[in-house]
Structures are given as C-alpha cells and as structure tokens.
C-alpha cells in the first residue's frame, strides 16, 4: 500500500561516504527490467510451506521455523521463523537490481536489527538487504556490499512499526543506490561495485535461517517479495507490488 505524504526530512547514508540524497517521488516507468526475477505473494494453502513464485521461475520460498498463515500474508514469530529460495536470481553482479516487500510490524525489540529480505551474510563478500531499525519508531534501510565496499542507506520514512502495511524497495542503479518508502525515493550517488553472492547461498525472508544465535527475527508480517534485476528493475519491481 502506497501512502501520500507533504512533508520529507533529511535523508541519511552511512557507508563509504556522506552525502546529501536527493528526494524524489517515485514516478512511473516505461521500461520494464531485462533481467530474471522473482516475485512472491504471501498467499499460503492450507496445509502448505510454500509461498509460489509468481513469475513462474522455480524459484518457490519454504517457511521454516515459528511461522502462522494469513488471509494474504504470512506472520514470522518467535525465532527462527524464516523463508528460503534457491536460484541464480539473486546475485545481480553488475546489474541494476530492486529488491523489496510490503511488511507490518507493530514493535521493534530496543537494539534489534530484523531482517525483512536478504541475499548473502554479513561476512561474505557480497550481501544486500533490507533490515529495520527502532529508532524513531520503526526507520528501513538498505545494505548493499560488493567489491566497493559495505554501504547502508537509510530511509527518511519513520514510524513504520505502527501495524499499517508499508512499501519498502532499495535498488542499485548506474552510479547510485536507492531506498524507496511507501513510493518516496532516496537517492545517493554511491556504488558497493560488483554484487556476486557466495556460491549457495538462499534468498531468506523474514529472517537468516536456522540459527537461533544473532537471528536478526523480524516478527510481523509479509504481504509481498520481490528481486528484479535489469535496466528499470526499481520501477519495474514497483509497478508489481503489492503483488
């Protein structure tokens, strides 16, 4: 669900540098992303664990762990409670690539970093992600490594632990990163270079898999995932949403 706002703040970059984003809303694209992709509606058939990808690759995310079914939406309790997919989708290397979900979430544990959507981990060389954080009531950001380094942008968008269904999409395009908010656009002029995923590696939702150490849970629910990858993947990918 998309929501309208008159009022944006100042955006934030940590990373391999500071820099003052520019502020858009985002706008319709004509063209659509040349790259695979995937796309999940959080729709599950009784006595299923299998969220269909809807863009017939087979590539379909198995719920694991403390997990309940919906009307529409999938909820991640107490950890581990994650989703996983398999394919060569999501190691975008040079490629300009979208990733994103529509989420709800009512809290946030204090000094907790729940991971909606992520391929790769924290020590690989590559990894991207989207994660919450609790300040401010709830804030999104996006974490994009490569060959360039460890880069994470965050939202000007707050408050997003108010139980309301929210849009969140980051993106890497030619010379820039991006984290989209419920259709409001944060740009910055930074690249993390060359995103190739450690050979193996799942896509998870929700959380980052079967460990119960460091589990960065996201507890809440999913309505909709999705990675697109290609020439107009972050308008490409929000012209599906909320699949």
Request: net charge positive.
């Amino acid at each position: 669900m998309r929501m309208s706002v008159r009022q944006l703040a100042a955006a934030t970059v940590v990373g391999l540098a500071a820099l003052v984003p520019a502020v858009v809303l985002a706008a319709p694209h004509a063209q659509a992303a040349t790259g695979p992709s995937g796309l999940w509606n959080f729709t599950v058939a009784a006595g299923s664990a299998t969220v269909a990808d809807l863009d017939g690759n087979p590539q379909n995310i198995s719920l694991k762990g403390s997990w309940s079914r919906g009307t529409g939406y999938v909820s991640f309790n107490a950890a581990p409670a994650y989703g996983q997919a398999n394919g060569s989708t999501f190691s975008p290397g040079d490629l300009e690539f979208a990733f994103g979900a529509v989420l709800r979430t009512n809290s946030l544990v204090a000094k907790s970093n729940p991971n909606v959507i992520q391929g790769g981990m924290g020590n690989d060389p590559a990894q991207f992600k989207i994660a919450l954080q609790p300040v401010n009531g709830g804030t999104a950001i996006c974490v994009l490594k490569g060959t360039k380094g460890y880069m994470v942008a965050k939202s000007t968008r707050t408050s997003l632990a108010n139980g309301a269904s929210h849009e969140v999409v980051c993106s890497r395009q030619s010379g820039s990163i991006s984290i989209a908010v419920d259709g409001y656009v944060n740009t910055y002029a930074l690249s993390p270079g060359t995103i190739r995923l450690t050979s193996g590696r799942p896509l998870y939702v929700g959380g980052k898999g079967s460990t119960t150490t460091w589990t960065d849970q996201f507890r809440g629910q999913l309505d909709c995932a999705g990675v697109v990858s290609g020439a107009g993947a972050r308008a490409a990918l929000m012209a599906k949403m909320p699949c």
